[in-house]
């Protein structure tokens, strides 16, 4: 029997089967090695293989091969990795211009994360019904932007079903790695795309209160057979673990795009003579912000780099 892994619990798995069943599994035997040295297995969004031992007991007896991963340290000194989740095809950051403010390192991190593996990302501004003239001028400058750097970019509410349906069409037929800030709508928002309530609305004036509703672990919710969610609270934060500074620009599309204009092939656009990217932000061709972000990163790696 084929089945998705939906949650991890310890040694135990909830996997759902067929038809939507979830079931409890374990891994008995020993898997075929995935070359990667991490502390769990199986991960949420893998398809495995599983035999049923007895009532309310299943074993996962192979684990098929992953699209894509995203890992994590496992500890913060350890060499050995956790994986968060696995089979990706979208990753959804989730944010919001206004309550809560809008956190760019946050966006641009996630950004470079899913760059590095290569996943295409989709912005997603929720809470619009929040915003007046001005800041919805903002917002929409700011789309267009990012989409310039050729990110997908919706805005919705969820408390006034705007834009969920076009939501809905764009994650169709995929399994989405969601990841935002505490306070933006996200279980409001897999409420209202699994049509159920998978989890608990905290109200606005809860949030502030540090790490309260933070939960480590991923957790993969159905929207339809063949539409899945996984809410991966790990997303923002592990993403320039295990990156050289030197590849950071790598993960900046307008740089990239801009870079075979530079002197030199290995420009860091940083002070090098000749950079034809620098000089784009400082123009304002493109935006400042996204440069400080980079030469913030860049100095976050150089310290990590030398660990
Ligand atoms: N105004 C407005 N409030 C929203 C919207 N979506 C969620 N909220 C509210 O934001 C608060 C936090 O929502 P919640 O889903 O718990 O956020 P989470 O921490 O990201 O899971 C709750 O009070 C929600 O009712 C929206 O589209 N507009
Ligand atoms: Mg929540
Ligand atoms: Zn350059």
Not at 45 to 72: C, F, H, P
Not at 135 to 148: C, F, G, I, P, W
Not at 263 to 283: D, M, Q, R, S, T
Request: hydrophobic share 35%.
């Amino acid at each position: 029997m084929k089945g998705i892994v939906v949650k991890s619990t310890g040694s135990w798995y909830k996997v759902r089967i067929a038809h939507g069943e979830i079931v409890d599994a374990r891994v008995r035997g020993k898997l075929r090695t995935t070359g990667i040295r991490s502390t769990n297995p199986v991960a949420v969004g893998d398809m495995v293989l599983l035999s049923q031992r007895s009532e309310g007991d299943w074993s996962i007896d192979d684990l098929e091969e992953r699209k894509n991963y995203i890992i994590r340290k496992a500890t913060k000194l350890s060499k050995q990795t956790h994986i968060v989740a696995a089979n990706i095809d979208l990753a959804i950051a989730l944010v919001t211009l206004k309550n809560p403010k809008l956190k760019f390192g946050f966006l641009d991190r996630m950004l470079i994360t899913t760059e590095a593996y290569n996943i295409p990302t989709l912005i997603v501004f929720n809470k619009i019904d929040l915003l007046n003239d001005v800041e919805r001028d903002y917002l929409n400058e700011l789309s267009k932007a990012y989409q310039n750097f050729g990110y997908t970019m919706l805005q919705i509410s969820v408390n006034e079903y705007m834009g969920i349906e076009e939501l809905k069409a764009t994650i169709h037929n995929k399994t989405c790695a969601i990841s935002g800030h505490s306070g933006v709508g996200k279980s409001s928002l897999l409420n209202a795309l699994t049509g159920i309530e998978v989890a608990r609305v905290t109200d606005v004036s809860d949030f502030n209160e540090k790490g309260q509703h933070t939960t480590t672990f991923a957790e993969l919710y159905e929207v339809n057979p063949s539409t899945f969610l996984i809410d991966t609270p790990g997303l923002k934060s592990f993403g320039l673990i295990d990156m050289q500074k030197e590849e950071l620009k790598d993960y900046f599309p307008e740089m990239v795009e801009r870079s075979s204009n530079c002197k030199f092939h290995n420009c860091l656009h940083i002070n090098e003579p000749g950079c034809a990217v620098k000089p784009a932000y400082e123009n304002s061709e493109l935006p400042w912000f996204r440069y400080e972000n980079y030469l913030h990163f860049f100095d976050e790696l150089k310290d990590l780099n030398a660990h």
